[in-house]
């Protein structure tokens, strides 16, 4: 039978097993002043729960005053305080108690023996403080690698619904049936083409990383398929290094990106334009180049909408300071956007 631990009989757990390992290290030094084996384990038993009822109500008063949710610039000076209001409180207790059950072992009560049960209770609190405010900034790193994730989940989800976009469904779909007629065969060409985007997209989007190759095939099928509905207008070509093929990419990124080269720069042009992809890798930085024709504009960021946005926030989810997006006019005619990923190599 397996027994399933309750996340929140973690910080009982933590109490009874520090404070008791605490007492079983003091037992073990009364024994060295008495052998009244009773009165030992009254004072441990009396101190096991002081010590649990102070540092107890230390957490609440913490939580409720929000010190856990401080930094460690502003929460230190705090838990110095605690610490030395719980170890004066620790000290007072104990003295007149060890006098009662050991009174033939005490001498006059003078600073340097109140200083001596001041440090050794001192040492107890303070590793407690330590232990679970370590334990609370473990919990807070958990926390937030969780929200992380959820995060990127949540941006993957909302650019699974953006992807595939309903003008292109709907401009595809017009173009594939006017060619039904005027082209039968160029219209079966168009289905199958469609077919086997909206099938690699429901593939590659299951996945938060994929094999670059995978995601080119995919932009393949798109462009073929745009390459219909603006025939000569649209030209594109491609130069993709071999030993980037394998690389790892956010899936339908670069579909994104090249929708937007001809969305906002090919389609608003009488003779059309051209696309270009590269993928290379220069001094371990690998290089994802689409060089569309077009004009940047001054607000394109907000005219692109949220193509580039979840391009940034996916980038910086995924890779952190290893990747970073650059988009700007390239020639007089030509925009650049690129994206460039450190690629880590063993040594």
Known sequence: ???????????????????????????????????????????????????????HYYRSLAIQWGWLNLNLIALIPRIFFAML?????????????????????????????????????????????????????????????????????????????????????????NSIRALIDENPNKSKEAITLLSELLRRSLKLSQNQLVNFEDEIKAVECYLHLEKIRYEERLQFTKFIQNDTLNFLFPPMMLQTLVENGIKHGISKMRSGGEIVIKSFLENNKWHVQIVSSGKLKENFEAEAGVGIRNTKERLQLLFGKNAQFIIKQYEENKVLCEIVIEQHTDS
Do not use: R
Request: net charge positive; proline share 2%.
């Open 85 to 173: 209001l719980c170890t004066t409180f620790m000290t007072l207790i104990n003295i007149p108690l060890d006098q009662w059950m050991f009174s033939n072992y005490f001498v006059q009560i003078h600073v340097a023996f109140f200083l001596s049960y001041f440090f050794n209770w001192s040492k107890y609190i303070a590793v407690w403080f330590l232990t679970y405010h370590l334990y609370i900034l473990h919990i807070k790193s958990l926390k937030e690698k969780i929200e992380l994730v959820t995060a990127l989940k949540e941006i993957e989800f909302n650019h699974l619904k953006n992807q595939l976009n309903p003008h292109f469904l709907f401009n595809a779909l």
């Open 1 to 55: 039978m397996i027994i399933k631990l309750n996340p929140k009989n973690y910080y009982l757990i933590f109490q009874v097993g520090i404070w008791g390992l605490f007492m079983l290290y003091e037992s073990i030094t009364y024994t060295i002043i008495s052998q009244d084996y009773l009165k030992i384990l009254l004072n441990c038993l009396l101190n096991f729960c002081l010590g649990i009822l102070i540092t």
